[in-house]
């Protein structure tokens, strides 16, 4: 069974300052990839997803993630964070046997000090 | 574009009681699912449906059922509510391609609250 590991449960970055939320999974195949973000009082939207191709995928506001097979690796990056990144981000996994299930993080806090 | 819409926002109950979260997508997704997010533990998840009138359990589906009566709706319900059960429950929907897998999307949740 597929899982995923966010290690870090909160990380705060200063306003301007680059940003990197790490991933690692377990999964003996080469998995979908997703990094979702749950604003305050609200439900989770997808950010960017990975399945093949360029391990460098680019998602929305600024946000990009690099697949590492050799790391089982997944990391969110962005280069200057902005207050409004202020959120919650979940990294999930799911098998490429058209399975209807994804597996979730614990989740990373993000915090943004101005 | 489409929207998942959760019902009630918010849902107070007493200790014992049978609970039911309302769930209404219109995307036309095939699956539907239930989470339950606690602070500190990411989601879990607790029952989904791959179509109309089916029921897969998930991880954490004891002391919960479902039910997936129209292709457009699947509603949970908390068998009898206990204290530490208050979490947020989510619904979500997905379409899956062979490119990308299942791509969820989340409804803004459910805050149950048992006193």
């Known amino acids: 069974a597929q899982s995923v590991t966010q290690p870090d449960a909160r990380v705060t970055v200063s306003e301007g300052a680059s940003l990197q939320l790490r991933c690692k999974y377990s999964y003996s195949g080469t998995p979908y990839l997703f990094w979702y973000v749950q604003y305050p009082r609200q439900g989770l939207q997808l950010l960017l997803k990975y399945y093949s191709g360029d391990p460098v995928v680019q998602g929305v506001n600024g946000f990009e993630a690099e697949f590492i097979k050799s790391n089982s690796s997944f990391h969110l990056r962005k280069a200057s964070v902005h207050w409004s990144d202020s959120a919650v981000y979940f990294c999930a996994v799911s098998d490429t046997e058209g399975a209807d299930r994804l597996t979730f993080g614990k989740g990373t806090q993000l915090i943004i000090q101005p | 574009g489409g929207i998942i819409t959760q019902t009630p926002k918010f849902l107070i109950g007493q200790e014992g009681q049978k609970l039911t979260l309302k769930c209404q997508q219109n995307?036309?997704?095939?699956?539907m699912y239930w989470y339950r997010q606690d602070s500190g533990k990411g989601l879990r998840l607790i029952y989904y449906s791959i179509t109309e009138n089916d029921l897969q359990k998930g991880d954490l589906s004891e002391g919960y059922d479902a039910s997936r009566e129209k292709k457009s709706s699947f509603s949970l319900t908390v068998t009898s509510a206990q204290k530490n059960e208050m979490a947020v429950f989510l619904c979500a929907s997905s379409i899956w391609d062979r490119y990308s897998g299942n791509t969820l999307y989340f409804g803004e949740g459910s805050r149950l609250i048992v006193v």
């Open positions: 995307f036309n997704h095939d699956t």
